[in-house]
């Protein structure tokens, strides 16, 4: 009698290699195609985040700059000084300055100027393109931002000069301290001058932004 003996049968597992498919929006698969694809719309989000960042101090520089030209033109105040014992009136206003009025203009022409640059970099955002679209470009906007940060500079330490006069006086003469008399009108001064050497330090974050940019592309 010949007894059946089942003999078991070999199991083999084979363990495929994952594999990825994604429906592409046309219809299409692909699996090797994941990576490259996302990594560059990854760089796509970077970059246009960058470029945002790069119209904050911008928008800053027309802050500052339209703060200091407002309290700048407001700044006129009449009193009375004492001299020799003498009761005089006495009546200052920012446009009695040429310094002081140096400083209104450049800091108009800089608000102007960023005002300009926001513009077209948020327009050109909007159409998804590039803030720079040019080396040239990149160029003509960092020699800008060099030459009215250089004016700001200069108007807020002329201005400092006249200020400082206001307020400590003449030595070896009878004039006084015209801030004691005069302190909104010089309170007025000096919190436009501080704000214009902000607006100077933001066109020189946007100034080396510029550098990198043209380091980079």
Known sequence: MVTEQKIPEEVTAVELPETKVVVMENGTLGGSLVGPPARAHWNGAVRRKIEMLQLIPRMLCIASCLIALSLMVTAKEASYVSIYGFRLPVYSRWSLSESFEYL???TAA??????????IGASRLLRKSSVIPSRNHAWLIFAGDQ???????????AASGVTNLNRTGIKHTALPNFCKTLQVF??????????TFVGCFLLAISAVQDVIWLSKN
């Not at 030459?147 to 330490?157: D, P, T």
């Open 186 to 195: 010089c309170d007025h001064v000096a919190i436009s001058i501080a704000f």
């Open 104 to 106: 209104v203009g450049v």
């Open 110 to 119: 800089v608000a102007a100027h960023s005002l300009l640059q926001l513009l």
């Open 147 to 157: 030459v009215f940060a250089y004016a700001l500079m200069s108007a807020g330490s």
